[in-house]
């Protein structure tokens, strides 16, 4: 009928078809919010330094996103975010859907 899932590896709970791909989706929306930061910092640090810099380069994680905070605001950690959502949303969903079958 539908797949199983276990929960804290103890309890079983029964999913219906539609159920799991809505899963797999939300599960990769949280992962992609919870990486976000990280993947903005690490294009920071490969990429060119921000004229306001003068040339000099970022260090480190923590330098690239306080001058992120700094001149553009906490939401300038998820530039992106959008397009990425939906790609995770349409691939992890059908992927989930698929693989369940």
Do not use: D
Request: with cysteine; hydrophobic share 45%.
């Amino acid at each position: 009928m539908g797949s199983v899932l276990w929960v804290f590896f103890r309890y079983k709970i029964r999913c219906f078809s539609l159920q799991v791909p809505v899963l797999g989706a939300m599960s990769k929306s949280l992962a992609t919010i919870a990486t976000q930061p990280l993947i903005v910092a690490k294009v920071g640090l490969q990429s060119k330094p921000p004229s306001s810099r003068n040339g000099k380069p970022f260090k480190s994680f923590g330098e690239v996103m306080a001058f992120i905070v700094k001149n553009e605001g906490l939401s300038g950690l998820f530039k992106g975010i959008a397009p990425q959502i939906s790609n995770g949303l349409i691939v992890q969903g059908l992927l989930m859907m698929t693989k369940e079958r």
